[in-house]
């Protein structure tokens, strides 16, 4: 079975950073596309970054500068790294996976973790 399960979640002030992990198992990365989304209270899920099979990424450009996506296949982790956070970042985090094609799409990702809550206190 495919499993996803995040953590690394907190209370942060703003203009720190923090780190998000994904323990994945049930599938192999070179095959997934796995992604990272964030849903804030009253809105919908946001791409906040993901990473090919091939291991190239992308950022969408509300966020592109402060996150990095990476991953570690010997491990199976998936991570997302947030820096110069900002209280709009306050959001439930969840990692989700997808075989071989990327999408921009949050309802094409069949794979999906339970969330880590990040609250960021300005």
């Known amino acids: 079975d495919v499993q996803l399960v995040e953590s690394g979640g907190g209370l942060v002030q703003a203009g720190g950073s923090l780190q998000l992990s994904c323990t994945t198992s049930?599938?192999?990365?070179?095959?997934?596309?796995m992604s990272w989304y964030r849903q804030a209270p009253g809105k919908g899920h946001e791409l906040v970054s993901y990473?090919?099979?091939?291991?190239?990424?992308y950022y969408p450009a509300s966020v592109k500068g402060r996150v990095t996506i990476s991953r570690d296949s010997a491990e199976n982790t998936l991570y997302l790294r947030i820096n110069s956070l900002k209280p709009e970042d306050t959001a439930m985090y969840y990692c989700?996976?997808?075989?071989?094609?990327?999408?921009?799409?949050?309802?094409?990702?069949?794979?999906r973790g339970q969330g880590t809550q990040v609250t960021v206190s300005s």
């Open positions: 049930g599938f192999t990365y070179n095959n997934f596309c």
């Open positions: 989700a996976a997808r075989a071989q094609y990327c999408s921009l799409l949050w309802s094409q990702y069949n794979y």
């Open positions: 990473i090919r099979g091939d291991g190239t990424t």
